[in-house]
């Protein structure tokens, strides 16, 4: 399998309780590389933009307002299957569904406050990557 890279956000719940080091450091365990990675506040619009596939969802407001409340670190992790790889070491979007060892169920409050998100395919990995950073940011 090739080297691949996706695109993961710790959520502010995660930030809020000072978790990013936790959280990366299941990420480096489990032989994903951070090869990219920023602390911003997310705008409004682009909450909007980038969940933009969920505007139509009865969640979608809560959605904007939950990821625009604080921090959040967005990264770029590579490695073999990354995509796949970090999807099953970040466990299912709820965490009452999650596998024991992975971040939400670690971490996650809640299938809104689910701690992190990453990419569901590698088509949407450049899409996401690209929306928050340039070539010269990240760095293998
Ligand atoms: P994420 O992987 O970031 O992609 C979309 C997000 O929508 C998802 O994680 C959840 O945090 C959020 N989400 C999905 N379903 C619900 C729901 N029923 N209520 C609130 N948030 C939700």
Redesign the pocket.
């Known amino acids: 399998m090739a080297i691949q890279r996706t695109f993961s956000i710790i959520k502010p719940d995660a930030t809020e309780r000072n978790l990013t080091g936790a959280v990366n450091a299941v990420i480096e365990a489990a032989g994903l590389r951070i090869v990219a990675q920023k602390r911003i506040l997310m705008s409004r619009r682009e909450a909007e933009t980038f969940?933009g596939v969920?505007r139509e969802r009865p969640?979608f407001g809560?959605?904007v307002d939950f990821m625009t409340s604080g921090p959040v670190v967005v990264q770029v992790l590579e490695g073999e299957n990354a995509v796949l790889r970090y999807r099953e070491v970040m466990g299912a979007?709820n965490p009452a569904n999650a596998e024991e060892g992975t971040i939400r169920k670690k971490f996650a409050r809640s299938?809104?406050e689910?701690s992190v998100?990453?990419s569901d395919s590698e088509e949407n990995a450049a899409i996401e990557i690209a929306q928050f950073f340039s070539g010269n940011e990240i760095v293998g």
């Open positions: 969940y969920h969640f809560e959605l979007t299938i809104g689910n998100h990453g």
